[in-house]
């Protein structure tokens, strides 16, 4: 196989065969996005590198596999680039069980240099999807194997700190989301896990809105309509509320909604038509 001149300019056409993107829309993307800014020629042909392509190849598999809008790819990508210049990488492919041993030791010792440091190789090494999973399955073992509760709060508030710092690479970046979404995490949640799903609607182009301590169902209106929120959130974890929020949702019917609870919610019909009901594993589908 014959190595690739990093030095190559490559024609549209060209790029269009390599990357599956059709010629307009790649000047669209480049118009409305500045998703990258391609070489002229003197009669204002483009041009691109090898390095424009890789990342164009990037951004579509963000969009078609992980359902991230083209406006918010651009971030989404430099955010990448910047945890992974700044945090030492794993391999993604090797056994994790040793990796998930090693956290649970360090969180039993109150070791918080290395609990750190295992939350930013988890945080550089894997997308969202993966990641939750594994977050899901560290504090079930901590419950399981009977770690001391403080040394499991330490832990959730290293990792909750860990993804307010990734929220503020986004919260940052040029491209701001138009839509609005609120994010309601109901009482008995790790605190983590609103911030989480904050991060995954920002990459589903929302600006996730989300207030700190409980606050009653019914008082969210008192957010909602001012702020113009375009969608909800209810996590539910382990289906604690389900009869306030299924009459709370069915009240508003008018605003779309998604829950995210645990496998009950397969057997459950939505209460209203804008109502999605999302049982884990599947909260992470891209919202529509």
């Known amino acids: 196989m014959n190595s690739i001149d990093q ?3 490559y024609p549209i056409r060209e790029v269009s065969r390599l990357t599956g993107v059709k010629p307009i829309t790649l000047r669209a993307w480049e118009r409305r996005y500045e998703l990258i800014e391609p070489v002229r020629t003197e009669s204002g042909h483009r041009l691109y590198t090898q390095d424009h392509i890789e990342f164009l190849q990037r951004a579509v598999k963000l969009v078609e596999e992980d359902g991230i809008p083209i406006s918010r790819v651009k971030a989404v990508l430099h955010e990448q680039a910047h945890l992974q210049r700044e945090t030492p990488i794993l391999n993604p492919q090797q056994d994790i069980s040793p990796l998930l041993q090693s956290i649970l030791g360090h ?5 918080i240099t290395q609990i750190e440091r295992s939350l930013d ?5 894997y997308s969202l999807m993966p990641l939750l999973s594994i977050l899901v399955t560290l504090e079930r073992r901590m419950v399981t194997d009977n770690i ?4 499991i709060k330490l832990w959730q508030t290293a990792l909750t700190q860990r993804l307010q710092v990734r929220l503020h690479h986004f919260q940052t970046a040029n491209l701001n989301p138009s839509k609005r979404i609120y994010i309601h995490s109901v009482s008995g949640n790790p605190p983590w896990l609103g911030k989480f799903i904050a991060l995954f609607s920002f990459e589903q182009g929302y600006q996730p809105i989300q207030l700190d301590g409980a606050i009653a169902i019914e008082q969210m209106m008192d957010v909602i309509k001012p702020l113009n929120i375009s969608g909800l959130i209810l996590i539910d974890k382990y289906e604690t509320n389900s009869l306030e929020w299924k009459v ?5 019917a008018a605003l779309r909604t ?3 609870g645990d496998t009950s919610l397969e057997d459950q019909t939505p209460p209203s038509v804008n ?3 999302r049982a884990w594993p599947n909260w992470l589908k891209p919202l529509r």
């Open 148 to 151: 001391n509760r403080m040394a």
């Open 121 to 125: 190789r988890l945080l550089a090494d």
């Open 275 to 277: 109502s999605e009901l």
């Open 7 to 9: 030095n190559a300019l």
């Open 258 to 260: 998604w829950v995210f």
């Open 248 to 252: 709370w949702l069915k009240h508003y």
């Open 107 to 111: 969180v039993k010792q109150f070791n």
